[in-house]
C-alpha cells in the first residue's frame, strides 16, 4: 500500500478556537477519533488537520517554547489546501476575511499555473487556498 498524508498538526496557544475557525471556514467537520487532551482537529478532504496544546511537545519529545507569546515571530511553516477551481479560492478567501482572517499574498498565478492565496489565521498560522487547475502529479528527482 502506497503512503498517503494523514494529519498535519500545529502547536497553538487555543485548539478550540483555531479549530472553530477551520471548521467554518471548510465547513469540515470535527475530528473525534484521534482526540488526546489538548488536541482538536477537523477533517479536511481525505485528512486531518489537527491543532495541539504547546504541552504537546513534551509529550512527543519536542523541543520549543510552552506558550505562543514565548515563540519568535517567524512563521516556520503553513500548509495548502487543494480546490476544484479558481472561484472557490476566491469564495473562501472572501469567507476567511469573514471570520477574521487576513490576506498575506494573492490571489495571484503562481509560475507553476496555480491559483493561490496566502493567508493568515486569526491565530497568526499562515496557509494556502490553491486551485492547481487540475490533478497534481507529483515528481521525484527521478522522474
Given at each position: 500500500m502506497p503512503a498517503s498524508l494523514l494529519q498535519v498538526s500545529i502547536i497553538v496557544d487555543d485548539p478550540g478556537a483555531v479549530v472553530g475557525f477551520y471548521a467554518d471556514l471548510f465547513d469540515a467537520p470535527e475530528e473525534h477519533t484521534v482526540n488526546p487532551e489538548g488536541y482538536r482537529g477537523v477533517i479536511v478532504g481525505e485528512g486531518i488537520l489537527g491543532f495541539n496544546e504547546p504541552a504537546a511537545r513534551g509529550k512527543l519529545g519536542l523541543s520549543g517554547s510552552e506558550s505562543e507569546a514565548q515563540r519568535s515571530s517567524d512563521d516556520v511553516g503553513y500548509f495548502t489546501v487543494q480546490l476544484d477551481a479558481d472561484h472557490e479560492v476566491d469564495r473562501l478567501l472572501s469567507k476567511a476575511l469573514t471570520?477574521?482572517?487576513?490576506?498575506?499574498?494573492?490571489?495571484?498565478?503562481?509560475?507553476?499555473?496555480?491559483?493561490?492565496?496566502?493567508?493568515r489565521d486569526p491565530h497568526g498560522n499562515a496557509f494556502r487556498l490553491a486551485s492547481t487547475r487540475g490533478p497534481v502529479k507529483l515528481r521525484t528527482l527521478s522522474d
Open positions: 471570520l477574521g482572517g487576513t490576506v498575506l499574498k494573492g490571489p495571484m498565478v503562481t509560475p507553476f499555473g496555480w491559483y493561490i492565496a496566502v493567508l
